[in-house]
């Protein structure tokens, strides 16, 4: 299984999967390690990222999940994933891009088994607040409302564990590995 632990920007995306990584010994694949120069540039600046600059990340976080996903191990990659064709190009690939929408603005089938989005939800001022507090990263606070105002939560059918971000890392840490006990045990 890979679990894709996406949100917005300073959610607590690396800290959760620092945690999990270590505590179950699986790999964590940081999504801010994908971005090309350009990005992170741009990202600095200010300046938030369009759609065709986040493809080639998506692309190449596409790539790591096959890799993880071909090896037959379980994996974290830690990526936004703030629209639902993202979570599709991380999932298909360039298929996503090339698939026709349907009348109901289906791209792709929702979501693989073998895939789990983990999704940090929760309040702007807390997520702000931890923003603004971080030091170091190239993500401008000021660019956290672009990420809320783009921001298409994932559907039940995109297989899917909402986190309420609000809790503590270990709080969470148990939620992610009771769920993912209760589906290995369906399986």
């Not at 956290?144 to 503590?168: A, G, H, M, T």
Request: glycine share 6%.
């Amino acid at each position: 299984m890979i679990y894709v632990i996406m949100g917005v920007s300073g959610c607590g995306k690396s800290t959760l999967g620092a945690f999990l990584s270590e505590k179950l010994g699986l790999p964590l694949h940081e999504g801010d390690h994908f971005h090309p120069q350009a990005n992170i540039e741009k990202m600095a600046r200010g300046e938030p990222l369009t759609d065709q600059d986040r493809l080639p990340w998506l692309l190449k976080l596409h790539e790591v999940i096959e890799r993880e996903r071909g090896s037959g191990c379980d994996a974290f990659v830690a990526c936004s994933a703030l629209k639902r064709l993202y979570r599709q190009i991380l999932l298909y690939g360039s298929k996503a891009l090339d698939s026709p929408n349907s009348r109901d603005g289906e791209v792709l089938p929702p979501s693989p088994p073998h895939v789990l989005f983990l999704f940090l939800h929760g309040d702007y001022d807390l997520v702000q607040r931890r923003v603004a507090a971080r030091r170091g990263h190239y993500m401008k606070a000021e660019l956290l409302r672009s990420q809320f105002d783009v921001l298409e939560p994932p559907s039940d059918e995109e297989n899917v564990l909402p986190l309420d971000l609000s809790r503590s890392v270990s709080d969470l840490a148990t939620e992610v590995q009771e769920h993912v006990a209760r589906l290995k045990s369906l399986t």
